[in-house]
Each structure stands twice: as C-alpha cells, then as structure tokens.
C-alpha cells in the first residue's frame, strides 16, 4: 500500500500521510538484502517515555496562568495519569466548585492546600473533602514562533 | 472461579467522570435521534424514570427534576469502556468482553487469598479509570452474574460466593427473572411452575428443566448448582450480520438524501466488516415509514442483493446499495428510517475469485485502507465517498450532545 503513496508526487500532505503509520513499513530492497536490515529495531517514538500507562493518561489544556512558577503556562498540554497516587509536591487535577483546578498538592495535618503562584490562587480544603482527578506527569509547551507555525506546523499542540 | 464485572449507570458514569457536578443529580442518556431513555443516574432510576422511557413521554418529568440529558456520546462511551477492559485484563489470563460495559474473568489458581484479589480489582480500577464498577464472583458464569446483581442490591461493590454456604444464602430469595438468560418466556412457564426464586429453580429436578426449557435452561440449572457449562472465550465469535441503520430526524421522501443516508450505511458496515477482517456475500438494503403514524401510507421496502465478488470495500458495497436503493424507492411515501445490513460473512482472504473477471481486489483492498488511514488521522468522513453527499440534512438529532473529551484534541478540557 505504501508503494502506491510513493508514487504519487510527494507533496507536504502525502508526507503526513505516510507519517500515519507509526511502525515505519519497510521499504522492498532490491538487489542484494543490507546486513543492516536484520537488526531493525523501531524508531523512538517519544510517547514511549512521556505515556507510561496509555489506558490511564488523559489530556487536558492549562487555562490560566495560576501556575507559572511552576512552569505550567496557559495554553499548555497537560499530560495526566489518573493510576497515579498523588505525593507532596506533585502537580494534580482536581475538581472544586464547577470547575477543573491544577495546583500543587500539599497535604498538612489538619487541611490540604492546593498551593499555585499566589496565595489568591491558592485553594485550602478542610478535612477530606477533596478528590484527586489525576496527577499531571508532564505539561507540553510548544516553542514555534509564529511565523513558523504555518501549515501542519499550525498543528503543534493546537487544536 | 469467575468474576463479572460491568460498569455501574455505565454512560452516565463516563459522562460524570469529567463533568462531576452531575453527581448527585437525576440524569438520563438518550439512543440514537434522542429517542429513548438508554441509561439512567441513580437518581433518574429512584425518581421513576424507567429504561426504554420515549423521552417526549417523560420531558415535562425531567423537566420538574431538573434532570441533565445526554444524547449517546459513543465515542466516549467506547473510548472509556475500552480503557475499561484493559485496566481488566491485568488482573486476570484470560478476559471475555461481554458487552461495552460488561466483562467476564477467569480467576482460576490464584495464588493470593480470592477475596483480597478481588478488592483490589474493585479498588484499584475504580480508582484509575474512574468510573464506578461492580464485582460479582462465583464458581460459574451464571453465579457470577448473580453474585453481581446481588452485590447492587447490597450496595457493595463487590460480593464473592466462594462456598456453597454463601452461594445459598444470596440465592435463597433471589427473584428468578433476575437470573441470566431467564427471560420473560421463561418466567411466565416458570411461573406455573411455581418458581418464583433462584433456589426454588435450582430444586426443580433435571430432567423437568430439560423438558420445559431446551439445553439452555439446563446449563443454567447446571451453573446454579456450581457446574460450569459456559466458557470463557477470549476471541468473540465473529458476527453472523453486520447492520447500520438510523431513522431520520422529520420524513424524507427524495431518493437524493435516502440515497446518501443509505451510502452511509453501507461505508459504515463496510469499515465494520474491515475492522473484523471479514467480507459479506449479501448486502441488504431496507427503508421503513413510520407504522405509529396512521395518517400515513406504510411501505417496508426490501432487497437482499449478492455481492458479485466477497467484498469489504466501501465503495463496491455502497455502489451496489445505492442502485439496490434505486430499485425499491417508490416516490410518494414518508420515509423514517433506512439501514443496511451484511449477512454471508467469511473471512478476507477465504474469498474465491473468477478467474475471468477483470475484479482487481487488490485496487479495492489499497484504496479501502488508505480511507480508513486518512480517517483515523483527520476524523471519520472526512475521506468518503461522493455518494454519502455533504450537508447531511437527515442526520440524526443530538441536542444533548456532550463533547469527546478523550477522542478529540478540540474537545479536551481546560483545567484553570
């Protein structure tokens, strides 16, 4: 099938389209066979070490700025892993009031504070009434310029 | 040993994952065209909302109960529920997907304490896939399913009949229609009988069972006693027939939309039987009118056509529905409803071909492939074919229609 693609003239979309197929097919060798081709192994594919349990990461997109010091910026892509317990210090999702808050999780004796940038952020739950959503392993913050961010390339943690 | 596991209110639990105010609160999901009540909070079910409820029928009551409604969001639905089945099959060898929201395991040598295993498996997936679920153990499937029902009825989230002490103290006063695979034919013979609760079946003799419930009824009386009839079967057996149908939101009566209708059926059975790496021999093709409205003429046109060649490409089998469309459309009628349904299934590769035909499959098979790869990165539809049209004015109602929280990048959440 991917013979056929390669046929065809290869402009940007051909190419994303071969992009599709995360195991790269190999391609048909004629003449004699490359030693090499016995020690295939399959490219890195960066979702091996940032998506430890697939059937438990759920994304979600950082809304505000209540969390820049700890380098979680608006619009980021936050990567969270629900069969995580979550530890002091780690970042969590959780839920409160209507809407879905990420805040540092800091469990005191009495209370739990919920701490971001500033104290106004700063959510304080007495006792136990709290949930965690999950814990928020890694957030993705796009580099690209604007001027860079033009076809596919538009597509770089956007939606 | 078996445990059942299903997903408890299994669509309003994934619509309340990541909308939690609904906690709490009556909510119902509607079918397909926000026709019927098909799943029910907790709450909807205490407040008398019934399962299959027409939600015109019920519209002034969820209004008074301040009900949340839902159309069906099966991408989600799919989407958690297999999230679901993976977060089962660690916890056994051997896993049986019994329905989206329901799954069979084998607990068989476990060398931890059964109990303690199964506390975990309630714990640990409720906690990672968020969705609350129920636990029902016992040495058959039948009993397991049991042991699940009862389990509700407890409000626990798991119950474990390991002895046959316990197994009769749960099936003592367990109502009969209650038990797998006892429907209403069942119930009303069983009735005469003077059945009236699981135990009371399982003292029917054999041979009686036998006689007035075919094989089925006696492996269930089997299983009751703790004698497994049924397996596990980890491959589900491929399906006889594969149907896509769906009624129109108001009446069509141009062949121009039944046809794209019915083009979109067939693309959706023909990605079904690709998916399933199988191939129909008949295609059948049918257009309803509405038979409750008796203003109108009725017409239940049909037609079963053979594949010239097996095939599972799109656009061989919604060329022949649309011509098979063609021929049983009859102008003048309020059409409401048109499917498609696969039947002759074989697998791909068994497929015979005429050796003088000019039928390249493999054309087929490439282009077919290429639409599902374009698909799955771009969306569904958005390669299709020409026949399925594109303003879709017969598309099905969703009023209520969550967003795909896990399906599509555009609809993830924004935490603040």
């Known amino acids: 099938m991917l013979k056929i693609l390669v046929k065809l003239k290869p402009d940007p979309y051909i190419c994303e389209m071969l992009r599709l197929r995360k195991q790269a097919t190999k391609r048909d060798v004629l003449g004699f066979r490359l030693p090499m081709l016995t020690h295939e192994e399959p490219t890195l594919d960066v979702t091996d070490i940032i998506v430890i349990d697939p059937d438990n990461t759920y994304y979600m997109r950082m809304g505000s700025e209540a969390m820049t010091a700890y380098h979680i910026l608006e619009d980021h892509i936050l990567v969270i892993d629900r069969s995580l317990p979550p530890v002091p210090g780690c970042i969590v999702v959780f839920f409160h009031e209507g809407d879905f808050y990420v805040r540092e999780y800091c469990p005191e004796r009495d209370k739990l504070i919920l701490r971001a940038n500033t104290p106004a952020e700063t959510i304080i739950i007495a006792g136990d009434q709290w949930e965690c959503w999950g814990v928020v392993m890694l957030t993705l913050n796009p580099l690209l310029q604007p001027a860079q961010k033009t076809g596919r390339y538009g597509h770089v943690c956007a939606c | 040993m078996f445990a059942h596991v299903d997903i408890n209110n ?7 994952l990541f909308n939690p ?3 709490g609160r009556v909510v119902v999901v509607l079918s397909n065209n926000d026709g019927c009540v098909i799943a029910r909070s907790n ?7 019934k399962m299959g409820d027409a939600e015109f029928m019920v519209r002034k009551q969820l209004k008074e109960l301040d009900a949340v409604i839902f159309s069906s969001n099966y991408a989600l639905y799919a989407d958690m529920s297999a999230r679901m089945m993976n977060n089962l099959a660690r916890y056994t060898y051997m896993l049986m997907v019994y329905s989206i929201d329901e799954a069979f ?5 476990l060398t931890v304490d059964l109990e303690k295993h199964v506390a975990t498996i309630s714990e640990n997936v409720m906690q990672d896939t968020g969705l609350s679920i129920t636990v029902g153990v016992g040495p058959t499937m039948a009993l397991a399913k049991l042991a699940n029902k009862a389990s509700k009825k407890m409000k626990r989230d798991y119950l474990v009949l390991d002895t046959p002490d316990k197994i009769d103290a749960v099936i003592k006063d367990f109502p009969i229609e209650d038990v797998w695979g006892v429907g209403r034919q069942y119930y009303e013979k069983l009735k ?3 059945v009236v609760t699981a135990e009371d079946f399982r003292q029917l003799k054999a041979d009686l069972v036998r006689q007035y419930m075919t094989v089925q009824g006696w492996r269930l009386h089997q299983e009751l006693w703790g004698i497994p009839c049924n397996v596990i079967k980890d491959v589900a057996d491929r399906s006889k027939g594969i149907e896509s149908s769906q009624s129109f939101n108001t009446y069509q009566t141009e062949l121009e939309q039944l046809e794209e209708a019915a083009a979109m059926h067939a693309a959706t059975v023909a990605i079904k039987l690709r998916q399933q790496k199988s191939m129909a021999m008949m295609l059948t093709i049918y257009l309803r009118t509405n038979k409750h409205n008796e203003k109108h003429d009725q017409h239940y046109p049909s037609l079963t ?3 010239p060649f097996a095939t599972n490409s799109t656009q061989q089998l919604t060329k022949i529905c649309v011509q098979a469309l063609r021929a049983i459309y009859q102008p003048g009628y309020n059409y409401l409803k048109t499917g498609v349904r696969a039947t002759g299934i074989i697998t791909a590769g068994e497929v015979q071909y005429n050796l003088f035909s000019n039928y390249d499959a493999g054309k087929q098979d490439a282009l077919s492939n290429l639409m599902d790869d374009i698909n799955a990165r771009y969306g569904r539809g958005a390669l299709r074919v020409a026949a399925e049209g594109y303003d879709k004015t017969w598309k099905m109602k969703q009023e209520f ?5 896990t399906t599509n990048w555009k609809d993830i959440i924004v935490a603040r």
């Open chain 2, 105 to 109: 395991l084998a607990l068989n040598n």
């Open chain 2, 401 to 405: 229609l969550s967003k795909q929280y």
């Open chain 2, 305 to 307: 056509v053979k594949v």
């Open chain 2, 192 to 194: 005469e009988l003077g």
């Open chain 2, 10 to 16: 299994c669509y309003v639990s994934c619509e309340t």
């Open chain 2, 21 to 23: 105010t609904l906690k």
């Open chain 2, 43 to 49: 709450e909807a079910k205490a407040a008398g909302i």
